[in-house]
C-alpha cells in the first residue's frame, strides 16, 4: 500500500509524506496507486516508549492481555512496553520471558524479568540465562528487594550484562494502613536504592516518583554524579489525594496521590530534569475487583491511551516545558534508559515509527472507548487536549480510536 500523508506538520514544517509500502520516499511515480491521508492540521512525532506497563499476563488475564494491553498502547501512541514481572506465575524464568515475546501483539514489547525468584526477595533468579531468553531489564514491581547485599549483587550483575534495573522503592515499615501510606515509605526506600547503586557503580531507574521528599534525594544524588534516573505518571502531576473522594478506588495507586505541594515539586522536577521520562504504571483491574471497599480494592490504573494528552495539556499548554521536551521524555529518553534500539523517524528509505497528532483537539476523556481490558482509569470525563489519529510502526498505519463520544 502506498500512502500520502498529506500537509502534515514535521519539524514545524507543512510538506507531503510519501510512504511506498510502508517505506519513505520522495514522491510517486503519476500512475502508481495510493491512499491520501488529509492530515491538514496535524503533526507527526516520534512514537512513545513506556517503561513501565503491567500486561497481566500470563495468569491475570480478566484484567489484561498481551494483545489487549498492546492494543491500547498503540491506540495511545506507543510503539513498545516494558512489561513488569509480577504476573501469576512471575515472570521469573526463560519460558515465561519466550512467552511473552512470541504471543500476539500490536506494539513491541519488551520483557521485564524479576530479579528474585517468586519475587519473594531472597534469591537471585539467572539473569544470564534471562537476558539469553530476551529480557530486557530486571524489577521486583511491588515487592522491593529488602536485602540491600543481595540488591547490590543485582545492580552489579545487571550491569555487566549491559541491562536496566528498575525500582519500585517503598519501604514497606513504614506501611501500617494501605489507605494512608505516608511520604517516607517511598523516599527512605529511594534514599536507599541510590546508596546501593552509589555502591555498586551501577545506574539505577527510580519508578513512579510522587512525593517531594524523593525529588529532593534525586536531584541531590544527580548533582553529585550518581547514576540514578526516575519517571513519573500523569497522575503525579494532574491529581491530589483528593481525587479519591470523588473516584474512589479508581484514583488508589501505589505510591498513593499526593499533596498539592507535591505536584508542584514533581512538575518543577520534570522541567529541571530530575525526572527523566514520563511513564503510566498501566496496572489494569477488573470492575468487579475495583468495586469493593476501599480497603480491599487493588491498587493500579490503566494510562496508556491518556498519558499523552493529560501531559501536554498538563505540561505544555501550561508552559512548564515544551512539546520538543515532551516528546524526548515519552520516546527518546525512555529508549535511551531501558538500552533498546533507536526507532526510524521520518528518515529517507526507511520504515517509519511516528505518530500523527491533533495538537488543538479537546476533548472529555470517555473511558468505554479504551481499547484496554479493563478501564479502572479516574479521568474518565476528563477534558484534555491532544489526540493520537495514526500510529505508524516501522510503516504499518494503524488507524487510532477516538477516545471520546
Do not use: W
Amino acid at each position: 500500500m502506498n500512502t500520502i500523508f498529506k500537509n502534515i506538520e514535521i519539524n514545524g514544517k507543512v510538506t507531503d509524506l510519501y510512504l511506498k509500502d510502508g517505506t519513505v520516499t520522495e514522491s510517486f511515480i503519476n500512475n502508481e496507486e495510493f491512499e491520501m491521508i488529509d492530515c491538514t492540521g496535524l503533526t507527526a512525532l516520534s512514537s512513545f516508549v513506556d517503561l513501565h506497563v503491567h500486561l497481566r499476563d500470563p495468569g491475570l488475564t480478566h484484567k489484561e492481555t498481551i494483545e489487549t494491553g498492546t492494543l491500547a498502547a498503540r491506540n495511545g501512541g506507543f510503539a513498545a512496553v516494558f512489561a513488569m514481572p509480577n504476573t501469576k506465575p512471575a515472570c521469573d524464568n526463560p519460558e515465561i520471558i519466550k512467552y511473552i515475546i512470541e504471543k500476539e501483539k500490536n506494539t513491541d514489547v519488551y520483557p521485564v524479568a524479576a530479579i528474585t525468584k517468586g519475587l519473594a526477595g531472597t534469591e537471585l533468579t539467572d539473569f544470564y540465562k534471562l537476558k539469553e531468553a530476551g529480557a530486557a531489564a530486571f524489577s521486583d514491581d511491588g515487592m522491593p528487594v529488602e536485602d540491600t547485599e543481595l540488591f547490590i549483587k543485582a545492580l552489579k550483575t545487571a550491569e555487566s550484562l549491559g541491562l536496566p534495573i528498575l525500582s519500585h522503592c517503598e519501604n514497606k515499615s513504614y506501611v501500617k494502613d494501605r489507605l494512608n501510606i505516608p511520604h517516607e515509605a517511598e523516599s527512605t526506600a529511594v534514599a536507599r536504592e541510590i546508596k546501593a547503586a552509589q555502591k555498586a557503580n551501577a545506574p539505577i531507574h527510580i519508578c513512579h516518583v510522587s512525593t517531594k521528599e524523593s525529588l529532593a534525594i534525586i536531584r541531590e544524588a544527580k548533582a553529585a554524579g550518581i547514576p540514578v534516573t526516575a519517571e513519573t505518571g500523569p497522575h503525579y502531576f494532574t491529581l491530589s489525594k483528593d481525587a479519591i473522594k470523588v473516584k474512589g478506588s479508581y484514583a488508589m495507586m501505589n505510591p498513593p496521590l499526593c499533596q498539592q505541594a507535591d505536584i508542584e515539586a514533581v512538575k518543577e522536577a520534570i522541567a529541571d530534569g530530575t525526572i527523566d521520562v514520563i511513564s503510566t504504571d498501566h496496572a489494569p483491574h477488573s470492575a468487579e475487583e475495583k468495586s469493593g471497599p476501599l480497603e480491599k480494592a487493588p491498587f493500579g490504573i490503566t494510562g496508556l491511551e491518556t498519558s499523552f494528552a493529560l501531559s501536554y495539556t498538563h505540561l505544555v499548554k501550561t508552559g512548564i516545558i515544551n512539546l520538543e521536551k515532551l516528546v524526548y521524555m515519552m520516546s527518546e529518553k525512555p529508549r535511551i534508559i531501558g538500552r533498546i534500539p533507536k526507532a526510524n523517524f521520518l528518515e529517507m528509505g526507511t520504515r517509519p515509527t511516528f505518530v500523527v497528532v491533533d495538537l488543538n483537539k479537546e476533548y472529555a476523556f470517555d473511558s468505554s472507548k479504551s481499547l484496554s481490558k479493563s478501564q479502572n482509569t479516574p479521568f474518565d470525563g476528563s477534558i484534555m487536549t491532544g489526540e493520537i489519529k495514526y500510529n505508524i510502526l516501522r510503516g504499518d498505519i494503524f488507524k487510532c480510536q477516538q477516545m471520546y463520544s
